[in-house]
């Protein structure tokens, strides 16, 4: 997918901003191979999540069944949704994270987080600004400065869509900085690796992203990062500083979790509450969240659905958007 320039940020909104299942409570369901939809690109956030879960699942024999990753890519996670809300058996699962909320919210999908039966919440990551290696830009604080006094001064990659959490934190940031975020130009991309690839040909000049996705990049020493949205410097990179360190009050998790197709069974999400509670507590999962510097933020099914709709309310109030069924 190409480059996609935004001549004029239209996102005012954001100014203030079947499985495998033996026997359950005496009900049998039928066995079948177990696909899991990653609804973005190889190597972005979503995928490594799946493909976490996949090899955890198998290697600890927690599904006996063979466990797929399909990438559906396209339209902000859209066609990886759709094509899990279609499935009849529940053997498809699919990721998804507060992009199936903004979305909606934002007009640009029909689905909902109702459209499907909640399985689990798993783990949260923070999101990093990063610029390339040979940029003048030194610090989150003299970006900032220098697009206060001239807010066109720089282009600003992101992908999947507009709406997303790697934008949100980075429009927050700026609003409290006194920017005015509508005069932002921001260019779309269809995943990480090709917003990275247009910094390092200078078709932009500064990034959005999950720092999972940043991070090999900044492994071999190809990008910088300006700035972290934790509320203090992580142990892992004790050279990276946060937001409030460069005077802007941010504190910024993003999350991922699991969904399936709407009307799963009690016995099937019953199953699925079990499979997970024993994923994440393998040493396997523990390990996976160090590796990627996600933090645990595991929720049962039933959690998860309470969780979706306080995350809903407060995306809706944090971007000014009155929703309406």
């Given at each position: 997918m190409g480059r996609k320039p935004l001549i004029i940020f239209t996102l005012f909104v954001m100014i203030f901003f079947g499985c495998s299942l033996k026997e359950t409570q005496n009900q049998e369901?039928?066995?079948?191979?177990?696909?899991?939809?990653?609804p973005g690109?190889?190597?972005?956030?979503?995928?490594?999540?799946?493909?976490?879960?996949q090899e955890i699942l198998i290697s600890?024999?927690?599904?006996?069944?063979?466990?797929?990753?399909?990438?559906?890519?396209?339209?902000?996670?859209?066609?990886?949704?759709?094509y899990t809300k279609q499935q009849k058996d529940h053997h498809v699962v699919a990721m998804n994270s507060s992009l199936l909320i903004t979305n909606h919210l934002l007009g640009q999908s029909k689905l909902t987080y109702k459209d499907f039966t909640p399985i689990a919440t798993l783990a949260t990551e923070w999101e990093v600004v990063i610029v390339s290696k040979e940029s003048r830009i030194s610090s989150a604080k003299q970006l900032m400065k220098n697009l206060k006094?001239?807010?066109?001064?720089y282009k600003i990659g992101?992908?999947?869509?507009?709406?997303?959490?790697?934008?949100?934190?980075?429009?927050?940031?700026?609003?409290?900085?006194?920017?005015?975020?509508?005069?932002?130009?921001?260019?779309?991309?269809?995943?990480?690796?090709q917003v990275v690839e247009a910094l390092f040909k200078n078709q932009i000049d500064v990034a959005t992203m999950s720092l999972s996705e940043a991070k090999k990049y900044y492994d071999?020493?190809?990008?910088?990062?300006?700035?972290?949205?934790?509320?203090?410097?992580?142990?892992?990179?004790?050279?990276?500083?946060t937001w409030s360190e460069e005077g802007i009050d941010l504190v910024f998790e993003h999350w991922r979790g699991i969904m399936g197709p709407p009307n799963m069974s009690r016995a099937e999400i019953e199953y699925w509450d079990t499979t997970i509670e024993k994923m994440v507590s393998t040493e396997k999962w523990k390990q996976t969240l160090q590796k990627y510097m996600w933090s645990d933020f595991y929720k049962s099914s039933k959690e998860t659905s309470i969780y979706l709709e306080e995350q809903s309310k407060m995306y809706e109030?944090?971007?000014g958007v009155d929703l309406k069924e």
């Open positions: 369901i039928v066995t079948k191979d177990v696909t899991i939809i990653a690109s190889i190597g972005g956030g979503w995928d490594l999540t799946a493909r976490a879960m600890e024999k927690l599904i006996d069944e063979d466990i797929s990753v399909v990438n559906k890519i396209g339209a902000g996670g859209e066609q990886g949704w759709k006094e001239n807010p066109h001064a992101v992908s999947p869509r507009l709406g997303n959490d790697d934008q949100l934190s980075f429009v927050l940031a700026s609003k409290q900085a006194g920017l005015q975020p509508a005069n932002l130009d921001f260019y779309l991309y269809e995943n990480s690796n071999s020493n190809q990008v910088k990062l300006l700035v972290i949205s934790s509320d203090k410097r992580l142990t892992e990179l004790p050279e990276i500083p109030e944090l971007m």
